[in-house]
């Protein structure tokens, strides 16, 4: 069993990454579950802040779940942003068989492909809103600091697999990542 860790700046296309892959997994005849930051979150802090102790304990929660899964024999593709190093290095050593995914992506092309989000689990438009923040100095109701604008992003220096989603279709991200796990 194992658990890869789709990561990356919001708008990078990770969600789409991950939606290919378990389609190709299932098509396969491997089964994986699928944990989506935005979900957990949603579930552990109905109210969401965004504040650091808010992150970390979302995070944290979902290295803990992630593992307990993999233990009792449930391969997980995880969905989530995880902009401190910390946390992805937590699920390495946590999880036996751990792959972390870096989905890296231009934050102009990011901006673009958020803008175009409908709104749901996250809230739509959030690369414009934290801008527009910055010039105004205004609080904007549901927003906490923006990954990529108000916080920054820890790129990983150990993926096991990269991918510049700008350049690539998401099918063929998502061949480099089951071609690892495959053999797992």
Do not use: Q
Not at 24 to 31: D, V
Not at 56 to 82: C, P
């Amino acid at each position: 069993m194992w658990a890869v860790w789709i990561t990356g700046l919001p708008g990078s296309g990770k969600s789409t990454i991950a939606r290919e892959l378990l389609k190709l997994l299932k098509i396969n005849g491997i089964k994986a579950e699928y944990l989506r930051m935005d979900e957990i979150r949603k579930f552990l802090t109905p109210e969401m802040k965004y504040t650091d102790e808010e992150r970390e304990h979302a995070y944290r929660s979902l290295v803990m779940v992630a593992s307990f899964l993999v233990k009792n024999g449930v391969n997980v593709v995880i969905d989530a942003t995880g902009h401190k190093r910390v946390w992805r290095e937590l699920a390495r050593i946590k999880i036996k068989n751990f792959v972390e995914v870096y989905v890296k992506c231009p934050l102009e092309v990011c901006i673009e492909r958020e803008s175009n989000r409908k709104g749901g689990l996250v809230t739509a438009n959030i690369y414009k809103k934290a801008k527009e923040r910055l010039k105004s100095g205004e609080k904007v109701k549901g927003l906490g600091e923006v990954i990529g604008v108000d916080v920054p992003y820890e790129e990983p220096v150990n993926a096991e697999i990269f991918i510049e989603s700008d350049k690539l279709k998401p099918l063929e991200s998502t061949e480099k990542i089951f071609n690892i796990v495959k053999n797992l």
